[in-house]
């Protein structure tokens, strides 16, 4: 391999797959065949993709976007799922109160609460296997695998977060509400990768809100009358999880370069 160019060309390689694999699940999945089968099809090769790739790039596994098998990120996931179930529920009743959403009848009956624990399995891998692409595009991938010495964590989390924002190419027509909103959502993320060194800290919140949004919809109940003031709302949140994720105490780094292969020989 020509020692730096060969690797970073691998990566921009591997950014382009992921990339075509992820957008087209929406794009082509969901927009233009309007094929969930299809749709869900594609966002799995996303994340099966990510593998082969990640070997490609010289890591095992899915080391190259900082997933690992540790019990501490193991940890982090929960974290992120707890603290993303609460905060999407804080969410709902505070813009109640503030008039942003007007609820629409009552909790789930006890029918109708059995129903979504059936439901449970499905609601969570169709919700984990998007948030999980994602987040492997939009901040493992730059963290580690895209090769980028970052001068400081927080210009990884601004940059993140950016891209976070323009990978949402369906939604920017939306306009600058929605884009502060994606963008916020984008730097807790972020940061908790950047705290944990793993990025399974990411997926714990994102999977976690994603999650929420479903399982809360029948439990509290409620129609968004106010589309600006719900944007800023969910933006506020995450910046406030952004900085309980930035309160809890960084773990002891540990260093994984077991992870990584040999150079590869070209």
């Given amino acids: 391999m020509g020692n730096r160019e060969a690797p ?38 996303c994340v099966l993709a990510a593998w082969p790739l990640s070997r490609w790039l010289g890591w095992r596994g899915y080391g190259a976007y900082a997933l690992d098998r540790r019990s501490s990120s193991a940890a982090w996931l929960a974290f992120g799922l707890v603290v993303a179930l609460i905060a999407n529920a804080l969410a709902i009743l505070v813009g109640e109160r503030l008039g942003i959403y007007a609820p629409t009848g009552p ?5 109708g609460f059995h129903a979504l624990l ?25 963290y580690r695998a895209a090769g980028i010495t970052w001068p400081r964590g927080v210009v990884f989390v601004v940059f993140s977060a950016g891209y976070f924002l323009l990978n949402h190419l369906y939604r920017l027509e939306r306009g600058p509400n929605e884009w502060l909103m994606i963008f ?13 060194g793993t ?25 968004t009358v106010d589309v ?36 590869l020989r070209g």
């Fill in 8 to 45: 970073r060309g691998r990566a921009v390689i591997a950014f382009a797959v992921l990339f075509v694999l992820y957008q087209s699940a929406e794009g082509i999945g969901q927009r233009l065949l309007h094929s969930f089968p299809l749709q869900a099809a594609l966002m799995i090769t």
């Fill in 107 to 111: 909790a789930l009956s006890a029918a």
């Fill in 118 to 142: 059936a439901a449970l399995p499905v609601l969570a891998l169709s919700t984990f296997v998007p948030s999980l692409a994602e987040d492997i595009l939009t901040r493992g991938f730059w």
């Fill in 184 to 196: 916020c959502m984008g730097v807790a993320y972020a940061t908790a990768l950047c705290r944990a």
């Fill in 199 to 223: 990025l399974w800290a990411a997926v714990g919140l994102h999977w976690g809100w994603n999650l929420a949004n479903g399982v809360l919809d029948p439990l509290l109940p409620a129609d």
């Fill in 228 to 263: 600006a003031g719900s944007r800023w709302l969910i933006a506020g949140v995450h910046l406030l999880v952004a900085l309980l994720v930035v309160a809890v105490p960084p773990p002891s780094r540990v260093v994984d370069e077991g992870q990584r292969l040999r150079p």
